[in-house]
């Protein structure tokens, strides 16, 4: 430290009499969070600059730091992104009424933040009042983007609608809402113009149509549009000619009779939108209608099709005027033919979600298989995002895949019947994922299924240097397994396991680790309160939680959450829910 | 351990999980089963598309099917809709998948109901003859006559059969 502190301190000296309100111009042109968060250890000087400058705060935990500290610290945000619970509450495996309620971050933020702007919530618990309260607080708010939240239903969105005179974002995405009525939509007030954002795809209650007509007529500068289901081919005709310039469009049902002019008409308002990159919604989409989007899409890069039960057929005729496709979610009706089209249709494609359309069939000839995945692989060079629920898999077929691919990032596998081998020689699909670990330098995200022994997260453990999330389920054989991640991967931030036999040996391998990764969930797992006890008092600056498992007969097993957190334990936690 | 109300096993997914050397080695926790299915937690989709899903599912099985008349592997091997005579209690089901036009349909109907029904590209002069007409709800709940739009766009619509007096209609 010697040698080097005079020479520090003498640069620290040159930094700090760099003036302040220059270093602060600079360093306002910052916007990526983590990028900030490196600037502000630089220096105590380089601190304050940065906490003064910053507008926009990303917590990705709610409970990790509480708003006093925020507001402390960073005294001009104007946007702020919250996340609320853990990843595997959107599978149900949090019990309802655990926390995350926004209202308590809005009280302080209606003090400290009058200017706010932006809010964006991922599994909050937002409710009527929060909403009514946020409309009324803020003066200047312009966007609220609220995804897989619940506790609000569509009157808390008519105050939103109402009094926020400013709005330009309005993003409601696949929340657990109460659908009253969509008289929300009437409220936004006759001169309303500023509308660049407006998602409302899963909602189901009817909009009044001329109300959205009328909207978005005067929102000249509406960019991204995406209707529910309620709004008819005919009345997505008549909002298209009116909003030519939309980059993104969720349209509403896709199933009408239509006669031979309105046909037309349609097909003739897809030519007009020339800026389209983005479709979604196509409900009940069918060979009849599907051709009127033909024009529109040669400049197409995302197509969302997780909605619209599509056969092979289908989806061949339809991405064949998709060249320039990087995104593509379907749902596995398409079959292994429909993929094989894609792969010869898109070869800029970089991402891939195929979801099930029958999770619960066991039936192993529907769905997609192993060949339409290595389809894809050969095909799509730049894949490096797959999402794959199918029925069956080899670990050949998945060697060959990260060969044919080996820039992947994301890799979900999700073989769905859970501790399934390899089908053609009944092994496990250790050396599947091996191979992906292996040679997937850049992974960052990995989830693994099917039946796995120890021996995959050895693997993971060696090889996935750059894994900062994993999901684990129905896997592993000992303790062994768990503990090979927790020592090997330098990057991990997240884990999330559930029915794996690990227990707390496990559990208390990863003392030193917990403290750099954001949170650890297990479920199902072999772990005992005496375990998670022996964390919580080894680890002070962790909150463990612990919840009854209810489904599990034996009255021993547990839901165990931990996080770091400078907060301290929750103040807000339910009965069921014991900070250890 | 037992998971609470995992009483039955599906035997069917039992056996055929696991090879005898690696169940050696593994932990297999509760095997897929309805009462899985209740839970909703597995396999890891989000609730909106699940329920989407189910609803699709159940309210929806004619999409699937009418774009197979070519090829044997159909998504879906049968489609039953309900048919009802007007003034008897007991009504009938008919798998639609089994027919290839209306003409099939108001033949297999006639013969099924010992009873005349207008051929709707029949001659309407024939129309005073027959003692029924056909009807069908469609997806949007109201009562339409059959055959006025293609068999295949019938097919995605309807939900089920009315066999009425002609003399109502």
């Known amino acids: 430290m010697d040698p080097s502190k005079s020479r520090d301190s003498a640069e620290s000296t040159r930094v700090i009499q760099f003036p302040n309100d220059v270093l602060e111009r600079i360093l306002s042109l910052i916007d990526s969070h983590r990028d900030r968060n490196a600037v502000s250890l630089v220096s105590k000087a380089w601190y304050n600059a940065e906490r003064w400058t910053r507008r926009h705060v990303f917590i990705g935990n709610c409970y990790a730091v509480s708003p006093q500290i925020v507001a402390r610290r960073f005294p001009n945000i104007r946007s702020v992104m919250l996340k609320g619970k853990p990843r595997f509450s959107d599978f149900n495996l949090v019990p309802p009424n655990w926390g995350a309620d926004v209202h308590g971050w809005l009280a302080v933020f209606a003090d400290q933040y009058p200017q706010l702007e932006e809010l964006r919530l991922k599994r909050m618990t937002v409710t009527d009042e929060s909403l009514k309260f946020l409309a009324r607080k803020f003066h200047n708010f312009r966007v609220l983007s609220l995804l897989s939240c619940d506790g609000f239903s569509t009157d808390g969105l008519e105050a939103i609608a109402t009094d926020c005179r400013h709005l330009t974002e309005l993003d409601i995405q696949e929340n657990g809402i109460d659908d009253i009525s969509g008289n929300w939509l009437s409220c936004f007030p006759e001169n309303f113009t500023s509308m660049e954002v407006l998602n409302f795809a899963s909602l189901s209650s009817d909009v009044n149509f001329d109300a959205l007509e009328r909207l978005v007529s005067q929102c000249k500068s509406l960019k991204i549009l995406k209707v529910n289901k309620s709004i008819t081919l005919e009345q997505l005709q008549r909002l298209l000619v009116r909003a030519p310039q939309l980059t993104e469009l969720g349209t509403g049902s896709f199933l009408q009779e239509l006669t031979a002019h309105q046909n037309e008409e349609l097909e003739r308002a897809f030519i007009g939108c020339k800026y389209l990159h983005a479709l979604s919604g196509l409900w009940e989409a069918t060979t009849l209608y599907l051709p009127v989007l033909y024009p529109a899409c040669t400049n197409l890069t995302f197509l969302n099709l997780s909605y619209a039960a599509l056969q092979s057929e289908e989806l061949a005729k339809l991405v064949a005027h998709c060249p320039r496709l990087q995104r593509l979610w379907v749902l596995d009706t398409v079959e292994d033919v429909g993929l094989e089209a894609v792969a010869s249709s898109c070869p800029l494609l970089e991402e891939l979600r195929v979801f099930p359309a029958d999770p619960y069939d066991q039936d192993i000839n529907r769905g997609v298989t192993e060949s339409g995945f290595l389809a894809v692989s050969l095909g799509c060079r730049k894949l490096h995002y797959v999402l794959y629920f199918c029925r069956q898999m080899t670990n050949a077929a998945v060697a060959r895949i990260v060969q044919n691919c080996p820039g992947f990032t994301h890799f979900r596998l999700c073989i769905m019947k859970p501790g399934q081998p390899d089908y053609l020689t009944n092994e496990p699909m250790d050396e599947g994922f091996g191979a992906v670990v292996k040679t997937c330098t850049n992974l960052r995200r990995l989830g693994v299924s099917g039946l796995l022994t120890d021996l995959t997260f050895e693997y993971i453990g060696r090889y996935a240097k750059n894994l900062e999330t994993l999901s684990v389920a129905f896997a592993g054989g000992s303790d062994l397994g768990m503990k090979s991640i927790l020592v090997g991967c330098p990057k991990l931030r997240k884990l999330e396991i559930r029915d794996c036999p690990f227990g707390n040996e496990a559990l208390l391998s990863g003392l030193e680790k917990y403290e750099s990764m954001r949170s650890l969930w297990m479920s199902a797992c072999k772990v005992t309160l005496h375990g998670c006890k022996t964390l919580a008092t080894q680890r002070p600056r962790l909150n463990v939680e612990v919840m009854k498992d209810e489904e599990i007969d034996d009255g021993q097993s547990y839901k165990v959450y931990v996080y770091r957190t400078v907060a301290g334990p929750r103040t807000d936690a339910p009965s069921f829910v014991h900070t250890l | ?169």
Not at chain 2, 78 to 101: A, C, Q, W
Not at chain 2, 119 to 143: F, Q
């Open chain 2, 1 to 169: 351990r037992t998971r609470r109300g995992d009483l039955n096993t599906d035997l069917r997914l039992g056996l055929s999980i696991v090879s005898p050397d690696a169940q050696k080695d593994n932990w297999i926790g509760p095997s897929v089963s309805k009462q899985r299915e209740q839970r909703q937690d597995w396999p890891p989709i989000k609730s909106l598309l699940r329920t989407t899903l189910a609803v699709a599912g159940k309210a929806d099985t004619n999409v699937h099917n009418v774009h197979n008349n070519d090829n044997s592997d159909r998504r879906r091997t049968s489609l039953f809709v309900k048919v009802y005579m007007e003034g008897v209690p007991i009504g009938r089901k008919l798998d639609l998948l089994t027919l290839h036009n209306y003409d099939d349909l108001i033949s297999t109907l006639a013969h099924m109901f010992t009873t005349s029904i207008t051929c709707p590209n029949g001659d309407r002069a024939d129309h005073a003859k027959s003692l029924h007409v056909l009807t069908y709800e469609d997806r949007e709940g109201d009562w339409m006559m059959v055959g006025d739009v293609p068999w295949e766009m019938f097919m995605t619509t309807v939900k089920r059969l009315k066999i009425t007096r002609a003399d109502r209609c």
